[in-house]
Structures are given as structure tokens and as C-alpha cells.
């Protein structure tokens, strides 16, 4: 028997009637034509996913904008080509206080809301700061050092590690193409100063001051820190809210408090419920099964189950901040490195925005494959970066002559195309892996998404320290 029924908006919806697993019979509708409702529906989804994007500038934003002002660093500050590797570990140095919060979040609730507009706020005073004390110095340790530029680096670490433990966590509470939309505004935070550099030429004329440079990306924070406000007024909004797709019952609801409600449901309905460790195994007539927690899964447990997911993203991680590093010295070698190097870390910022745009549409979930096709493509800029200037490479290094044809300037170029396509992979599969573990385990999608981030974090951690040694140790 089918009939049509019309919706509130006016809408006019073929209706059927059929009997679902449980046992009773379900009402289904087919697609709604285009209507006033559905039209609200599409334009509150879109607002959203902008929203979350403009709150995605922030996190790295400000970390970005100092990588972009490297040759004015490496060109006036004391530390020279060196501040890169000091910058990054000084930035990772930021995840002792995150990873903090991520063990004490699994013992009590901390309100998104103080967590991530304290994170926003920071990044705004750290911007003005930047602008105003960049080049102050002080000597320390018998050298003159950059003392102040490091302390607000610091900050600058501060606000993006704590912004991916609690951005992603708060967007796995929606639909999962909102984490895509937070994540592309994450790789695409870095197109923002690149493109203010490419304005600005840090490392030619310099048309502006870094201090415009700084102030300007404290308007840009500003912007997202509204977008969030923006998103907490839309959800406390119930004309809004009966429009979204996805959107949760309250701001922090609680899988395992929805799980429970299931269980519930199960039960009232004469399912059979088999005890197994950790979860109830529901099964239905048509031995259909439901796993659930019937309490909450202790971390080792968590990290049991997410381990493939984890280590993945830790190796990433690893690997990418490495490199980041160790690309000054790729371009070292060049008349204008200061110029290569921009244009080197414009076209990654591209190419990674793009891997995490793409996971919109384009989805896979065996993330070790990818892991293991950007393995290649990191040895081989590890050793244009490790060659890039063949006087900084130390005799117990002189086995990769082999590759030194590549290092001489103007063929050391050659980084280029790898180095996109790495960056592509590789921020692919950093946002793939929070949408794995939501799509796998939805009961506990919000923290298995914190620890992803921890394991993000941690890779980025001991990347920038290896990064750090070898500079060290081999280049200085």
C-alpha cells in the first residue's frame, strides 16, 4: 500500500509501508522533492560545514605563518638556517599540556566550550605579541638567542596541539563530513599566510612587516573564534537545529549514555542479548548483530581496539614532521633560497588542503597501504634535504654520493613534485583516519577521536625531536 503524505515545508513524499528486523512495521519515505523544508535542511548543513571550516583556520594558523617568515628569521635572527629545527621542537614542546588534558578527560568532562574558546583566545594574544616582539633578543648561554620570538613559538604550539585533542573530538559529535570540513580548513590554514607571504616576499623586497604580517593572522583568528560562537548559538538555536542532519542532542552528549538508550530499546523489544567482554551482543530474528558497551571501556581498551588506526597516525606524523625540518637544507643551496623555500611550503600547503578535501567524496579505509606509499617519497626528500648543500654533509654520510647529482643546484628542484605528493598523502590519510574510527566504532566516536589526535600529536612530538637531532648533530 503506498500513498503521499506532505511534510511541514510542503513537501510531497511517497510513503510505503514493510516490516523491519524488529518485527514491526516501518514507514518508509523516499527521497523529497525540492521544497521550502528541504531547502532550509541543505542551506543550515552548508552554513555549518563553513562555520567548522573557519574554525579549522585556527589551529595551525599561527604556526603556519611562522614557517612562512623563515628567510626573514634565517636572515636576521642569530639562530639562522637552524631556527626552523628550533621552531619545530620549541612548537611540539606544546604537547605536554594537551596530552594532559586528553588523560584527564577520560575521568571527567571538561566543557568543550572553555577548552576551545581559551584555545582561540590565545592565539589571538600570541599573534599581537608575535607582532611586537618577533625580533627581540637576549643572551643566553653564552649566545645572543631569539628569546622572545621562542616563548610565544611556544604559545603558538600551545593553541594548535590543544586545538586538534579538542576540535576533533567536538566535530566527531556530528555527521562525519563536518570533520572533513574542519580538517580542510586545518591543511588549508597554511594557504592563508602563504599567500599574505607570497604578497609580502619575506624573502625578497618584503613589502610589508612581519608585525602586519603577525597582526593580520590575529584577524584571522578572530574570524574562527566568531565561527565558533556562530556554531554555539546554531545549536542552542532549535529553528536551526530540526535542520541538521547529524547535529547532537545537547553540546556534549554521550555515546555511551546513547548506547545505553539502544540497549533499552533492544531489551523492550524480546531481543536476545549475549554477555561478552566488554560489549552485549544484541541478535535479532535475522541473527543480526549489534555490538555495545555495557559500561565504559577502560583506555587500554580503546587502544586495543584502535590500535591499527593509532599507529598509523602516529607514523605519519613521524615522518611529516621530520621533513619539515629538514627542508630548509633541500633549498639551501640555492642563490635564492629564501624564495624556493616559500614557494616549496606554498605548494604543500595546497596539496595537503586538497588530500583533505578529497576525503569528502573519496574514501579508504586501509590506511597502511597509504602510510606505506609516502615511505619512498619521505627517504627520497630526507636525502635531497640531507644533500642540499654537499659541504654541511659529514664524511659518515658520504654513502649517498650516489644520489649527490640530485642536490646541485638547479636540479635540487626535484623536491618539488615529491614533496606535493607526499603532503597530499599524507594529510589524506591524517583526516581519514579520524573518519575510520568514527565509521567503525560509532559508540565511542568521541574518544576514539581524542586518542587519534593524542597519537597525532605524539608522532608530530617525536618527529620534530629526530628532526631537531639530526640538524644537530649532522647539518650544524
Known amino acids: 500500500m503506498e500513498a503521499m503524505i506532505r511534510d511541514e515545508g510542503g513537501l510531497e513524499q511517497e510513503t510505503g509501508k514493510g516490516r523491519g528486523s524488529d518485527g514491526l512495521v516501518d514507514v518508509v519515505l523516499a527521497p523529497a522533492r525540492w521544497g521550502p523544508a528541504k531547502r532550509k535542511r541543505v542551506l543550515a548543513e552548508a552554513g555549518m560545514h563553513l562555520l567548522f571550516f573557519l574554525v579549522g583556520l585556527a589551529p595551525w594558523l599561527l604556526v603556519n ?39 584527564v578527560r577520560q575521568y571527567m568532562r571538561v566543557p568543550y566550550n572553555w577548552v576551545i574558546v581559551g584555545t582561540l583566545g590565545c592565539g589571538i594574544a600570541t599573534a599581537i605579541l608575535l607582532g611586537v616582539f618577533w625580533d627581540h633578543t637576549a643572551h643566553l648561554f653564552d649566545s645572543t638567542r631569539s628569546v622572545a620570538l621562542m616563548v610565544l613559538t611556544l604559545f603558538a604550539g600551545l593553541v594548535g596541539c590543544f586545538a586538534v585533542v579538542s576540535f576533533f573530538p567536538f566535530a566527531s559529535l556530528f555527521k562525519h563530513s563536518i570533520t572533513a570540513a574542519l580538517s580542510t580548513g586545518m591543511g588549508i590554514n597554511g594557504l592563508v599566510p602563504s599567500l599574505l607571504a607570497a604578497i609580502q616576499d619575506p624573502g625578497g623586497s ?29 545549536m542552542n538555536s532549535a529553528r536551526v537545529r530540526q535542520h541538521l542532519e547529524g547535529a547532537p542532542t545537547d553540546q556534549e552528549p554521550s555515546s555511551y549514555a546513547q548506547s545505553q538508550r539502544l540497549l533499552s530499546k533492544a531489551a523492550t523489544t524480546g531481543s536476545d542479548h549475549e554477555e561478552v567482554e566488554g560489549s552485549s551482543r544484541v541478535v535479532g530474528e535475522a541473527d543480526d548483530e549489534l555490538l555495545l558497551p555495557v559500561g565504559p571501556l577502560p583506555s587500554l581498551a580503546v587502544i586495543r581496539l584502535l590500535s591499527n588506526p593509532l599507529l598509523n597516525q602516529f607514523y605519519i606524523c613521524l615522518i611529516n614532521y621530520v621533513l619539515v625540518g629538514m627542508l630548509p637544507y633541500a633549498v639551501s643551496g640555492y642563490k635564492d633560497s629564501g624564495t624556493w623555500l616559500m614557494w616549496t611550503n606554498i605548494a604543500a600547503t595546497v596539496t595537503s588542503s586538497l588530500g583533505r ?12 597501504w597509504v602510510s606505506l606509499a609516502q615511505t619512498p617519497l619521505w627517504v627520497f626528500l630526507m636525502v635531497i634535504s640531507l644533500l642540499g648543500d654537499r659541504s654541511l654533509v659529514p664524511e659518515s654520510l658520504a654513502f649517498l654520493i650516489v644520489v649527490d ?62 628532526s631537531f637531532l639530526l640538524v644537530m648533530v649532522y647539518l650544524e
Open 65 to 103: 605563518a611562522l614557517f612562512m617568515q623563515l628567510p626573514v628569521f634565517i636572515a636576521e635572527l642569530p639562530e639562522g638556517n637552524s631556527i626552523a629545527s628550533y621552531l619545530i621542537i620549541i612548537i611540539q614542546l606544546g604537547n605536554i599540556i594537551p596530552i594532559g588534558y586528553v588523560v
Open 206 to 234: 618584503k613589502r610589508f612587516s612581519v608585525a602586519v604580517f603577525f597582526f593580520i593572522m590575529g584577524a584571522c583568528l578572530a574570524l574562527s573564534l566568531f565561527s565558533y560562537v556562530c556554531i554555539l548559538l546554531l
Open 357 to 368: 578535501f578529497l576525503c569528502t567524496w573519496f574514501r579508504y579505509y586501509s590506511l597502511t
Open 405 to 466: 647529482i640530485l642536490a646541485t643546484p638547479p636540479t635540487s628542484s626535484v623536491c618539488a613534485l615529491p614533496n606535493a605528493l607526499f603532503t597530499l598523502l599524507n594529510g589524506w590519510e591524517d583526516t581519514m583516519a579520524y573518519i575510520k574510527v568514527a565509521t567503525e566504532h560509532p559508540e565511542i566516536a568521541e574518544r576514539a577521536s581524542t586518542f587519534v589526535a593524542a597519537a597525532n600529536q605524539l608522532g608530530a612530538f617525536c618527529g620534530s625531536l629526530v
